[in-house]
């Protein structure tokens, strides 16, 4: 893990930091996260994060349910 920065946004308190070497698709890139704790392991247990569309750098993105499916220009 890269560099770490304390934020406060309100009543959250946040913490960036700089992740190395992410990759989506075949490029490769240093990614600027904010982590905050997360809800009781009970509620979406099966999600470990979320990806901003801004990470992805596209004009727009499409989520089709039924198809499952994900794209983005």
């Known amino acids: 893990m890269g560099l770490s920065t304390r934020v406060e946004l309100g009543r959250l308190h ?15 890139q240093t990614a600027k996260v904010v982590l905050m704790d997360g809800p009781d392991s009970n509620i979406l247990p099966d999600v470990d994060g979320y990806l901003g569309p801004s990470f992805l750098c596209k004009k727009w ?13």
């Open 61 to 73: 993105v499409e989520f089709n349910m039924e198809l499952r499916s994900l794209r983005w220009q």
């Open 14 to 28: 946040l913490e960036q930091v700089e992740l190395p070497h992410v990759q989506v698709g075949s490029a490769a």
